[in-house]
């Protein structure tokens, strides 16, 4: 579940715009046996999104999906960390075409040629696992399977750009120009956000360049990189129902995102799946 701007300081769930200049909260830094839970907590949200991957398809719908996503992480122990958030009613966000991101399941069906961004966030003994992945329904055009290769490999970008010692304005910048590059656009309006025990805490991380609040990064924290790129304008709009934000021109969008930790040599990325 991507963070807000100014969530911690509004409390509230609409975005707003970025304040120059204000000094950013502190970013709590992590043992190295916490390394070890955020494992855990990773791995099952990666497994979750690998055992729904086969059921998103034509015909299926978004709260069929949600249901089997919850049965599974309340099967090996762990809550889906999204439902009761600040009255969020679901257990994960289902997001298709031109939902950017938050978007709540319902009942209408799958339909060849969509595309579905699944946001899975586990609370695992205390510690909590994020990680999105956007899916293709049936076959898709050249336009949207680009769209999705280059979510993907901005994903990789920005997850590359983080090394101790190294600024936190290194992920945007890598993510906004591979982007920019294909002809794309980066959502601006939401963000990746630290992790831990808490679902969202410092640091709030940009995919876009902006280094009036940046950091240095240091072994033991624990945040989330999440670019949502979209093939028109970067700007977006939420829904009435205050959770649902969608491109503003109607354009699709696409979404990958890890929960990922710095370390003494460089990142270590919790959410990868399991070997075979």
Request: net charge neutral; hydrophobic share 40%; charged share 20%.
């Amino acid at each position: 579940m991507s963070k807000f701007y100014h969530w911690f300081n509004s409390g509230g769930r609409r975005a707003k715009h970025v304040r120059r200049n204000v000094r950013a909260p502190s970013v709590p830094l992590h043992r190295p046996q916490d390394f070890a839970a955020m494992r855990s907590a990773g791995r099952l949200a990666a497994a979750t999104l690998a055992m729904i991957a086969p059921l998103v398809r034509q015909g299926a719908t978004t709260r069929e999906l949600d249901a089997t996503c919850e049965a599974f992480i309340r099967d090996h122990g762990a809550l889906p960390a999204p439902l009761g958030y600040r009255g969020y009613p679901f257990a994960t966000c289902m997001s298709p075409n031109e939902v950017v991101c938050h978007g709540m399941p319902n009942d209408r069906p799958l339909a060849a040629g969509d595309l579905l961004k699944i946001d899975i966030t586990v609370e695992l003994g205390g510690w909590h696992g994020d990680c999105c992945r956007t899916f293709a329904v049936g076959e898709i055009d050249a336009r949207r399977r680009l769209l999705l290769e280059v979510s993907e490999a901005a994903l990789a970008a920005g997850v590359a750009a983080v090394r101790p010692g190294g600024r936190l304005s290194a992920i945007g910048r890598a993510v906004q120009e591979l982007v920019e590059a294909a002809g794309f656009s980066v959502v601006r309006s939401y963000c990746g956000h630290g992790i831990g025990r808490e679902f969202h805490q410092p640091p709030q991380v940009l995919h876009h360049l902006d280094e009036d609040r940046d950091l240095t990064l240091q072994p033991g924290m624990f945040f989330t990189i999440e670019p949502m790129v979209n093939e028109g304008a970067h700007a977006t709009r939420c829904l009435d129902d205050g959770w649902t934000v969608v491109t503003a021109d109607g354009g699709l969008s696409a979404q990958f995102e890890h929960t990922v930790g710095v370390t003494a040599s460089g990142v270590e990325i919790f959410t990868l799946p399991r070997p075979a």
